[in-house]
């Protein structure tokens, strides 16, 4: 495979390009999903091709194909040339890459169970086991599981000399229960993370053992009353964060949305190059660390699709407005001299794009408890897990719900709240955090279909965080507006 | 891939196939994308990618495989994994098995102009929309992608069916200091597609959202052009399905024959439409068929799969292949005229539920938020964040104008319409 990867290579050298670089992909997924008593899902999928980025007349062009055979890649390099001098009828200005030094070399997610040596009989089982469990709570009238197994094997080669492998395995298992009464149906989810990891992260007895709880609380959710629109303050747990991370955080600093290219689809962000250094994104308690080595991290590859390695880096560092996510070409813009290696690409057959790196809120440096917190807060809200979620094309305005909601009163959750919603502006948000419990209770969440570019790639990441509170928190205006219309 | 080749290759893999039912999907598609921001190419690419994909089932044991190796191993492989799949399953009490043959409608929305587009026509289109942006002093964002697919199915009862579409999408924004506008162009052919016309209106929509006003949230009569009422309708079109209803999981409950519109409200699914094509088959291979959901404001069709379709004596439908709600002869201009104090939306992004029992949901306008006054648009207005249900939209629709087809959010033919109380809960910076 490797000669096809060179003769690519070559093709697009000798065909004029300034630089180029080819990746070719296997990849191999199998996702199941069950409902009730049923398997509603079984695919297994297999897909592979080559990628040929070139730029020519200081423009980029990309060409992917399935076809390798000798002929197919030379075309397709040759195809990549052409396309990049079409490009550079509308250029402004040319592409230019900051240095990476080349590299040879392997990474391989750390794993001890390939997860497709496991049989299906087993996956299945384990649904089934989940949902009939889930079952058993007579108030809960739908069970879902779902589990996705995914591996990619990855080499990279570049002009300037780069020669990477890599195997990334990711797996990930999840279950909801839904209860149906009174004209409304409420559910309830667990959502351990997903992981670049092998099947050793489908823990079994963990998934098990959280069933009984599950279906209760997601009777109790159907039961609960409407949260009524107030200012409050909101305990989020990490898995909730992770999502509030990703879209207010994560999405804002990535630095070609900054300057303005992903306008057309995703659009820009307000975290310009000028605030760097000069914008209190959160209180001083607030640092969100940037860190594509974290180990069984969702964008843990070894390096990324440009060939540059994984590394670590602060993008807020005590509530101050430090860093962003990085490709090649766009670090210069805001004077690096080598790029965070955040350039990504979800398939052969996508040319790659800035994405959020793993990006973890830190915990708090003196210790603290979710308990702790909670015991701590006079009025407020608990929010567990992941609901709705929508935030404007600058990344300012948005709005979060949530899978579980707990009043707390006086220091206490006194009982479950459905339909509990809360809008803020993101810097208001983060400078409106008052307390991070300790590494203790530090955990990984992760998002395993983030949407970006156009045509539009999915890819993943993990955000890691510990239980937080946030003062004074617009809630409930959504509920609030049905209320009004019925 | 032509019907010639795509019927060898589903019939290579039913000969390699062993399990009771065995269902067949080839494809090849070519795509190309030329994506620009300020006012430069800044990624263009071209992807060809093929594939099979298998479904296999032995009983109510059912598995399925894809590959994209069409060689003769390539396939043998994909089949086994899928019977290994199935066979290593637990039942789908909903599988049935594949329907017999089938007579398909012909639908044949293929343009030679849009597999052929020369990599330079395509930058020079772009180079030419950006002129006046340019000559404005002024930004511009967008893409020019085109599609072309060819598909086949087939199954072990009989089914063969061969479908090749083509698609092209031309989309702009236009960024002044503080305001922005959109448009699109889309089509089945190139000559559908009118580059020039896009990039004048994004222009002319940016330049008159100039220094924009605030107005507070609350309840507005609102204009929606085409593609921000696709944004409300796609959800109308996504959760109809009768299962989810019957089981009281959804707004839909109970509503099947009730009035949950407007008279003048029709949506239903053209497969066969001349812009906005669908495929001639649906699940399972099933002929697609025109389908009305909602007629003269009242729900006559749910979405039913065929086990459900099954389970309760009606005819399966299949999802939505297309939106298509007639409207009227009237511009969004004459909308407008009849509108004291209200807004005109461009667009929405970032719509998602806040409680699909409601039908509730959340989003952002974006690219065009004015402010009509005395029956005229008078100024831009910052964006604003609603929550609202579709299913309150369509009951309080005053006017529609002519429908014209956008893919924004899926394949839809719609008019603009005029609305009435329509709830705005926040705004934003910009």
Known sequence: MKDLARLALDTALSRGADYADVRLVRYRSQNIGTEDRRVSSLSDTEDVGIGVRAIANGAWGFSGTCDLSPEGVQACAADAVAIARASAIVGQKPVSLVPEPPATRAFRTPYQIDPFAVPIEEKVGLLLEINERLLANRGVRKAHGFMTLRKADRMFLSSEGSDLESEVVTTNATYSATAVGDGDARSRSYEPPPLTMGYENIDREDLLANTERVA???VEHLRAPECEPCVTDLVLDP?????????????ATELDRALGMEESLAGRSFAVPSLLRNLKYGSDLVTFRADNTLEHGLATHGFDDEGVAGQAWNIVEDGLFVGYGTSREVAGEVGLERSTGSCRADHWGSIPIVRIPNLSLMPGKVPCSPDEIIADTKRGIYIEGRGS????????NFQFGGDAFWEIRDGKRVRMLKNVTYQSMTTDFWNSID??????????????????????????????????????VQVGAAAGVMRKSS | MNEERARALTEKALSFASADHTEVSVGAGVQTAARFANNSIIQHVRNRDQGLGVTAAFGQRVGGASTNDLSDEGIRACVGRAEAAARSSEPNTEYLPPPGPQEYMSIDAWDDDVVELPHDTRATAISEALAPVEAAGLRAAGSYTTHANQRAIANSNGVFGYNRSTHACYVQTVLTENSSGWAESVGSALDQLDVPAASRMALQKAEAAKDPTEVKPGAYTVVFEPAAVAGLTSIVGWTMDAKTADEGRSCWTGLEGAQVGVPALTMRSVPAHPILPSSPWGEQGIAASDTIWIEDGVLRNLIYSRFWAQEKGREATGRPANLVIDGSDATTEDLIAQVDYGLLVTRFWYIRFVDPMKLLITGMTRDGLFLIEGGRVTRGVRNMRFNDSP??????????GQARPTTLHGLQVVPPMLVDEFHFTSGTSF
Do not use: Y
């Open chain 1, 216 to 218: 209760e609380e997601a």
């Open chain 1, 239 to 251: 898995v909730h964060l992770s999502l509030t991370i990703h879209e207010s955080v994560g999405h």
């Open chain 1, 389 to 396: 979620f929508s935030i404007d094309q600058m990344r300012c």
């Open chain 1, 435 to 472: 307390a991070i419990a300790d590494e203790r209770f530090w955990h990984m969440g992760g998002v395993l279909n983030c949407g970006k570019g156009d045509p539009m790639q999915i890819s993943q990441m993990t955000h890691g965080a510990a239980t937080v509170r946030v003062r004074n």
């Open chain 2, 391 to 400: 299913l309150s939209v369509i009951k309080k629709i005053r006017a529609m």
